[in-house]
């Protein structure tokens, strides 16, 4: 491969700002902006610079590598889609408001493909008609377009952003399960040689459906994931895939039901400070509206209700809270005061801490009325026990028992086994063995490319700048001419050698501009070795600086060049 030539900052298009643009949030978002990676084009949409498009195009690669490694077979599908494929696996519908649907001039219907499980089985249905075709593993890097509710951390989450999305199509379950094997190892060398700090923890298969399914999650403050980690047990888990066994209880030694008047407790807090009792000795009753229809979820009074749980178990189904108006007419539903015996019109879930056997404290579905000693499958019916509770850091591991530490991350990736749900939406077989028609069975996986490139600006910058490990920087070394014409010169003239050896060099060489502010320039773009050409310039003496660890070191020419193509 031809070596790069020199970048030379007098030229670079993008510069350096000082102040954090207005609508930053994360640091990420500020630091790649303010470096000049990134413009914002509009919400949730961007624009990568000439150092951005470096620093991407090397995460790139490193996934191409290590996909290319495992068998997977690069091609390029289109963006643009027709509905069909879409209708006939429910998801032109299911995928809800963040789907882009547009038409053509002829009114058809299109999508703007968020993801491409249906346009891949068609694929192979068309290309591979045998036994003998299969395994195969298929991959792309592309545009995904998805209109997210909520686009505000910069490139970590957009509506249009780069994924690498692969697809694996096995005859057998075992054939599946080596295929993701497979990818579970290519990701681990993928997130290793980016450089990133990542946890791989069990998740819910959510919308795709199917069945194992594990989220690579970096940990960042940033980052819209909550982890669970034990810190005695191997478990780590997305919060939202935590599950707890249902443990019943012998009712036996309770009393009968019994109703008790406590005015003016329309809260949790009100009822538990008036009763003396803690909260968690209370059942609170949450109404929330499914496709319009009234469902009470029963938690612990201690406990918060995680609707993001709630619109998962009912999914596709919108889920709403209920406002003052969805009382009206409702003799049976008394604000503040619902309990979920004789709550006759209304489906009942709870989470499995409501086991059958356990007694609470609730309402007694009449103003200023409570009920107590009332008992989970004696004295109501609960029609699904669903994992609702936001989980809290302490909560026992469902695995040991241990308490459960929480952190924050950002899921870089995502390998599901999907099974035969897309294969028999499209009707995918080949001809097996024996001559008969065999159902293929499939795997989803994805990596967010341009997603990856925050994550690793989020776990690796300091105070200064950002700072990439080496295979992911724009350059191997930032050189600076701090001075004038002589240190100018010495810095294009070593830049040019290093260049020639093969060392991805950009330089400085911006006249005019001050020998400080190229030094905070430096360090806010993030290059891992920073050669400085300044005082001593007219003996050839350059000193070399480590952007991570501030380490400085006088070198000659030779030196620094014999250091940086090592
Ligand atoms: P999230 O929960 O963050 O919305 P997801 O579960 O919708 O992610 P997948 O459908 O599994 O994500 O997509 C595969 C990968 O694509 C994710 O692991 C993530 O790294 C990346 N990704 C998903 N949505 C976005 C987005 N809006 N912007 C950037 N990257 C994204
Ligand atoms: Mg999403």
Same mark, same amino acid.
């Given at each position: 491969m031809a070596n790069a030539p020199v970048q030379r900052m007098s030229q670079l298009l993008a510069k350096t700002l000082r102040d954090d643009p207005a609508d930053a949030e994360v640091l990420s978002h500020k630091l790649l902006v303010r470096a000049g990676y990134v413009r914002r084009t509009a919400a949730g949409i961007w624009s990568w610079l000439p150092l951005g498009k470096k620093v991407l195009a090397n995460v790139e690669r490193i996934v191409r590598e290590e996909m290319d490694a495992i068998g997977?077979?690069?091609?390029?599908?289109?963006?643009?889609?027709?509905?069909?494929?879409?209708?006939?696996?429910?998801?032109?519908?299911?995928?809800?408001?963040?789907?882009?649907?547009?038409?053509?001039?002829?009114?058809?219907?299109?999508?703007?493909?968020?993801?491409?499980?249906?346009? %891949?089985? *068609?694929?192979?249905?068309?290309? #591979?008609? !045998? $036994?003998?075709?299969?395994?195969?593993?298929?991959?792309? /890097?592309?545009?995904?377009?998805?209109?997210?509710?909520?686009?505000?951390?910069?490139?970590?989450?957009?509506?249009?952003?780069?994924?690498?999305?692969?697809?694996? %199509?096995? *005859?057998?379950?075992?054939?599946? #399960?080596? !295929? $993701?094997?497979?990818?579970?190892?290519?990701?681990?060398? /993928?997130?290793?040689?980016?450089?990133?700090?990542?946890?791989?923890?069990?998740?819910?298969?959510?919308?795709?459906?199917?069945?194992?399914?594990?989220?690579?999650?970096?940990?960042?403050?940033?980052?819209?994931?909550?982890?669970?980690?034990?810190?005695?047990?191997?478990?780590?888990?997305?919060?939202e895939a935590i599950s707890y066994p249902l443990t019943p209880e012998d009712p036996s030694g309770t009393p009968a039901l019994e109703e008790i008047p406590t005015p003016d407790t329309p809260t949790i807090e009100t009822l538990a400070a008036s009763l003396g009792v803690p909260a968690s000795a209370t059942l609170k009753n949450l109404l929330v509206k499914v496709d319009g229809e009234i469902v009470a979820v029963g938690v612990p009074g201690d406990r918060e209700v995680d609707m993001d749980k709630v619109e998962a178990h009912f999914a596709p189904a919108v889920v709403e809270l209920v406002t003052a108006e969805d009382f009206v007419g409702r003799p049976d539903l008394v604000r503040g005061y619902v309990g979920p015996q004789g709550l006759e019109k209304v489906t009942y879930i709870a989470d499995p801490r409501v086991a059958p056997g356990t007694s609470w404290i609730t309402g007694a579905n009449k103003d200023g009325m409570h009920a107590k000693n009332v008992v989970a499958g004696r004295d109501f019916e609960v029609e699904a026990y669903v994992d609702v509770v936001v989980v809290q850091e302490g909560d026992p591991c469902p695995r040991c028992g241990t308490g459960l530490k929480l952190d924050r991350a950002i899921e870089i990736g995502h390998i599901f086994q999907l099974g035969r749900k897309y294969a028999d939406a499209l009707k995918l077989d080949v001809l097996g063995q024996n001559g008969k028609p065999v159902r293929v069975t499939m795997g989803s996986y994805g990596v967010g490319v341009s997603r990856a490139v925050a994550a690793l600006a989020e776990q690796t910058a300091d105070e200064q700048g950002l700072c990439w490990p080496r295979e992911v920087a724009p350059a191997d070394v930032h050189v600076v001419a701090a001075g004038k014409a002589l240190q100018t010169e010495l810095a294009l003239d070593v830049s040019q050698q290093l260049a020639a050896a093969g060392v991805r060099v950009l330089v400085d060489d911006r006249a005019g501009v001050s020998p400080g502010v190229k030094f905070t320039d430096a360090e806010l773009i993030g290059v891992p070795q920073i050669l400085v050409a300044g005082r001593r310039s007219a003996e050839g003496v350059l000193e070399l600086k480590d952007r991570r660890t501030g380490e400085r070191e006088e070198l000659t020419v030779d030196e620094a060049i014999a250091r940086l193509t090592a």
């Open positions: 997977a077979q690069e091609v390029l599908l289109p963006a643009l889609l027709p509905r069909e494929p879409y209708d006939a696996t429910g998801r032109w519908d299911e995928y809800g408001a963040e789907l882009f649907r547009l038409n053509d001039r002829k009114g058809g219907d299109y999508l703007l493909g968020p993801t491409h499980e249906e346009i %891949f089985t *068609l694929l192979v249905k068309d290309q #591979a008609s !045998s $036994y003998k075709d299969l395994p195969v593993i298929l991959y792309q /890097i592309q545009s995904k377009f998805r209109d997210e509710a909520r686009p505000r951390a910069g490139i970590l989450r957009g509506r249009e952003f780069l994924m690498k999305d692969s697809y694996s %199509f096995d *005859l057998e379950d075992e054939g599946l #399960a080596q !295929s $993701y094997a497979l990818h579970r190892q290519a990701y681990q060398r /993928i997130f290793e040689r980016l450089g990133l700090d990542y946890r791989i923890c069990a998740a819910t298969a959510g919308a795709m459906g199917g069945s194992k399914s594990e989220e690579f999650l970096a940990p960042a403050e940033a980052g819209e994931d909550t982890f669970a980690d034990c810190p005695n047990c191997d478990f780590a888990a997305n919060t």
